[in-house]
């Protein structure tokens, strides 16, 4: 069973960094087949996908975005990363991290992390 | 980018009715690539349907999907007091092109 964990600073001021961590266990993050994702729901409101990396390395990014977001991984750690900066209230979010399957011919966000509260604030 | 329209916002229903849940895309989506999801209050979203029809593991069957092209629905059958939750569509149609429905509520 795959599980994900996101890890972090709560609070994050503006303009500032914000960094996130995702830890997977049960499962490889340098297994093809599978997009490691970042998505964020602001409160009360849907689902935003921030961009995801494969175990290549290669990224793909939301473009409203792009300008401000870097997604990495660390195999030997079998986690990956989230850094979105220039941040200001507008991103306070939950932010959840995600593995995309895309190994077959159907694509989907199988497994969740539980997500991490972000606030944006001085 | 690929908007898709959830309708209704909200559904209020009893347990034991049907709920019959719309995503409707402003482009064509392949099937292969729109799936659905619900997500309970204080949780993170669990995937409910793949491939607009198939069945996650351990979802019972009284949920549905179906539909093609632009036109998606999600069907719950008859309603338990654990489905009442807000559902997500999502569709991927290129390496940069991933969106979510706005979701809809269903509430008693």
């Known amino acids: 069973q795959v599980q994900l964990r996101e890890s972090g600073p709560g609070l994050v001021q503006p303009s500032q960094t914000l960094s996130l961590t995702c830890t997977v266990s049960g499962g490889s993050v340098s297994r093809g087949g599978y997009y490691w994702s970042w998505i964020r729901q602001h409160p009360g409101k849907g689902l935003e996908w921030i961009g995801y990396i494969y175990h290549s390395g290669t990224t793909y990014y939301n473009p409203s975005l792009e300008s401000r977001v870097s997604i990495s991984v660390d195999t030997s750690k079998n986690q990956f990363s989230v850094r979105l900066s220039s941040v200001t209230a507008a991103d306070t979010a939950v932010y959840y991290c995600?593995?995309?399957?895309?190994?077959?011919?159907?694509?989907?966000?199988?497994?969740w992390g539980q997500g991490t509260l972000v606030i944006v604030s001085s | 980018e690929i908007v898709l329209t959830q309708s209704p916002g909200t559904l209020s229903l009893s347990p034991g009715e049907r709920a019959t849940l719309y995503c409707r895309a402003s482009?064509?989506?392949?099937?292969?690539?729109l799936a659905w999801y619900q997500q309970i209050p204080g949780q993170a979203p669990r995937l409910l349907i793949y491939?607009?029809?198939g069945r996650a593991t351990g979802v019972p069957d009284r949920f549905s999907g179906s539909g093609s092209g632009t036109d998606f629905t999600l069907t719950i059958s008859r309603l338990e007091t654990e489905d009442f939750a807000v559902y997500y569509c999502?569709?991927?149609?290129?390496?940069?092109?991933?969106?979510f429905g706005g979701g809809t509520k269903v509430e008693i």
């Open positions: 482009q064509s989506v392949s099937s292969a690539h």
């Open positions: 999502q569709q991927y149609s290129s390496s940069t092109e991933l969106t």
């Open positions: 995600a593995r995309y399957d895309s190994s077959g011919y159907h694509y989907f966000f199988d497994y």
């Open positions: 491939g607009a029809s």
